[in-house]
């Protein structure tokens, strides 16, 4: 008898678990239902995503009752969520397409507005005893997907090259994967590190090996790579000023694009973002600032 | 529930006429007190379910999230794919990297810390003198307490450059390197749980083993750790579990490259360290989101099968003795 009440008891709390677990799932699915009521919209590249919702969180703090949502999927996502006039900008980390942007003119009747909010630039760095200084892409592509694995191979010493690159979620991840490495796969065996700061502890100990960090991340501990576009062009070093006049190969802009001109909100929004306070936000998430 | 079966208010339920008979019978502050009693047992007997449930929402909750992927038409070939790369277009979700991984850095913590934790913890309950044993039985217990981010901390500045010193390898950064780090954090549950069990073997059967003429090592190995082998692979057990789910320590040092490790001496990429690294920056609901759900249900199958082994094995050991 008791026994049968304990299993009486034991499956109402099972019946709990299964409701409690069922909604958490529900959960979810009300918050992005929330979210579509807000007042401005922003979606795109996921490189841009905690960025812009950096953006997003002190903007609101200053100005109560603004809501703005972030959300990623990528640049593509974004564009083609302003051309169907649910998102009111876009997040991009490539330039709008002429297709793009005549699809924007038909369907809102509004001409595209780009903005370039902030730069996406990486440094290259290898052990301070590598007399390797200078890379051209293609060399730096060569490494990260294993086509080259000793250091002979780039008119270094005879020392085997120790591939450090970041963590799959990482922006940085995606960003050499697309812009170095034309979209090829890493070397299964490149050691995926979870910071920056653990790519130059590694780098600073092993001889043999290379790695990329944000801007700014460089030490005298270790060397910057100086990268070539292609063999024949003149090898620059990474700085702010050579990644805005786009001398430096590894960067690339990252642009807000909205429909016509901003109002409201969204002017409001761009304009924060292109203030002193909004770039710095730029340099605290480990992007170049624009200005 | 022997307790409850044996408990005379079962009597309550069964009928209710004898019940209330003694219950007229008795004097009347039997009555609240009965009904104490089964508020305490009930209350007792959800402190106890309290667990379960936890164990079954887990076991739930990882499940519902893993199912997503495994009925995905595409990527769920990939599962058993050679290479772990969840954001190349499409994505590859190869398990193989992160189980061998999982296993070496594990099994080499195995291979360090078994020896070393169980002789270490004959050391303390049969040989060593009083005063040596009360000082260096809570220093091994200290140990434990070490946070496993110190000790990769340790592990990236001290070991990995040791070991590749020692080996003359491209980078520290390998299986070897979690191995030690991971047998550091099992050696004090290890001795110390082996310890009490060597320690409650009782003395009479080393007294025994003595008087038959056997020399004290002998008395040890054949008489009183057989006698104590269950604590002894509880602990082990205990051990192992604490290795396979340790994950700060080799996102730290192991170095985290999804290759199917040859040796000892390569980087390698544990399921721990995957889902911590990745976990944090990966779009809810996405493919890559459940994939990370069906690794955690992965290990937890084989931390449920570890925990299963070491059951039947203290089971079967008891049934022995």
């Not at chain 1, 080259?148 to 940085?172: M, Q």
């Amino acid at each position: 008898m008791l026994k049968a009440k304990q299993f009486f008891l034991f499956g109402i709390l099972l019946v709990c678990a299964v409701f409690l677990v069922s909604c958490t799932g529900t959960g979810q699915s009300g918050k992005t239902g929330e979210k579509a009521a807000t007042s401005l919209q922003i979606k795109g590249s996921d490189t841009m995503v905690n960025l812009s919702q950096a953006w997003a969180e002190e903007f609101m703090q200053k100005n109560k009752g603004a809501g703005i949502a972030v959300t990623g999927g990528g640049s593509g996502t974004g564009i083609a969520a302003l051309i169907n006039g649910t998102a009111q900008m876009a997040n991009s980390s490539r330039e709008i397409k002429p297709q793009e942007k005549e699809d924007l003119k038909t369907k809102i009747g509004k001409d595209v507005k780009e903005y370039i909010v902030a730069q996406d630039g990486i440094t290259f760095i290898v052990n301070k005893e590598n007399p390797v200084k200078e890379l051209t892409v293609g060399q730096l592509a060569d490494i990260y997907t294993g086509k080259v694995d000793n250091w002979r191979e780039l008119g270094g010493p005879d020392e085997k090259i120790v591939v450090l690159a970041r963590e799959a979620s990482s922006g940085t991840h995606v960003f050499v994967k697309e812009h170095v490495m034309k979209n090829e796969n890493y070397r299964p065996d490149a050691l995926l590190q979870t910071s920056s700061a653990t790519i130059m502890k590694e780098v600073t100990v092993s001889k043999g090996a290379i790695g990329y960090v944000g801007m700014g991340y460089s030490s005298d501990q270790t060397r910057v790579i100086a990268v070539k576009k292609d063999a024949q062009s003149p090898a620059v070093v990474p700085s702010e000023a050579t990644i805005n006049n786009n001398s430096y190969p590894v960067s690339r802009p990252l642009y807000i694009f909205t429909a016509g001109d901003p109002v409201g909100v969204s002017k409001d929004f761009i304009v924060f973002v292109m203030s002193p306070e909004g770039q710095a936000i730029v340099k605290q998430m480990e992007f170049v600032p624009v200005k | 529930m022997k307790l409850s079966g044996g408990n005379p208010l079962a009597g309550t339920e069964m009928d209710l006429s004898p019940a209330k008979r003694s219950a007229g019978q008795n004097p009347r502050w039997r009555q609240p007190r009965a009904l104490l009693e089964k508020v305490v047992e009930t209350g007792l007997f959800l402190a106890a379910l309290t667990g379960v449930v936890t164990i079954i929402l887990i076991f739930l909750f990882l499940f519902k999230e893993a199912v997503p992927l495994l009925l995905a038409p595409g990527p769920t070939a990939s599962l058993t794919a050679k290479n772990w790369y969840p954001v190349s277009t499409p994505p590859v979700f190869g398990l193989w990297p992160l189980i061998a991984g999982s296993l070496l850095v594990t099994f080499g913590a195995i291979a360090i810390s078994v020896p070393l934790g169980v002789g270490a913890a004959v050391y303390l309950a049969m040989v060593a003198k009083p005063t040596v044993r009360e000082f260096v039985k809570p220093a091994i217990e200290i140990l434990a307490g070490v946070p496993s981010v110190v000790l990769g901390f340790f592990g990236i500045a001290v070991l990995a450059p040791l070991i590749q010193d020692i080996f003359g390898l491209p980078t520290g950064l390998t299986a070897l390197t979690g191995a030690v780090t991971l047998a550091f954090m099992a050696i004090p549950t290890i001795t110390s749980i082996s310890e009490d069990a060597i320690a409650a073997v009782p003395g009479k059967y080393l007294e025994a083993a003595l008087s038959l003429g056997a020399t004290k090592w002998q008395s040890i190995v054949t008489v009183v750790v057989p006698a104590a082998l269950s604590g002894v692979s509880a602990a082990i057990m205990l051990g192992i579990g604490r290795a396979i789910g340790e994950t700060m320590t080799v996102l730290m040092v192991t170095g985290n490259a999804g290759v199917i490790p040859d040796s000892f001496l390569v980087p390698v990429r544990t399921m721990t360290a995957t889902i911590a690294a990745e976990m944090g920056e990966v779009a809810r609901g996405s493919l890559h989101y459940h994939a990370l759900f069906v690794v955690g249900a992965v290990l937890f199958i084989m931390t449920f099968m570890i925990n299963l082994i070491a059951d039947l094995i203290s089971r079967r050991l008891k049934k022995g003795a």
